[in-house]
């Protein structure tokens, strides 16, 4: 059965840093796109960063960009969220979902398993 979990959120104050974690089961995560994506009350899902599985390019979106990374251990079969400089716009609840595919895709409808999220609020 394949599976996804994530896990590392938490209550932060503004301009600190957390690192979520998407542990994989069931399959072998190198294979597959991975990608992080968030929502927040009364918005939509919108994606974070993404993780190619051909050659392990990252993708962040515009929002995150020169303050999130993402990172894959091929050995742990965990794709890593490294959040610094953390914003209250960055409060969502952060999911984690795979896709087979080669290259990242920021189309949350693209992705085939989800995990069940993790919140993450900023605040003082």
């Known amino acids: 059965q394949l599976q996804l979990v994530e896990s590392g959120g938490g209550l932060v104050q503004p301009r600190g840093s957390l690192r979520l974690s998407c542990a994989a089961s069931g399959f072998t995560l190198v294979y597959y796109v991975i990608g992080w994506f968030r929502q927040a009350p009364g918005k939509e899902r919108e994606v974070v960063s993404c993780?190619?599985?051909?050659?392990?390019?990252?993708f962040h979106a515009d929002s995150v960009k020169g303050r999130f990374t993402i990172s894959r251990d091929n050995a742990k079969n965990t794709v890593y969220l490294q959040m610094n400089s953390l914003k209250p716009g960055d409060t969502a609840v952060h999911y984690c979902?795979?896709?087979?595919?080669?290259?990242?895709?920021?189309?949350?409808?693209?992705?085939?398993?989800w995990g069940q999220g993790t919140q993450v609020t900023v605040s003082s």
């Open positions: 979902a795979s896709t087979r595919r080669d290259y990242c895709t920021g189309y949350a409808v693209i992705y085939d398993y």
């Open positions: 993780i190619s599985s051909s050659d392990g390019s990252p």
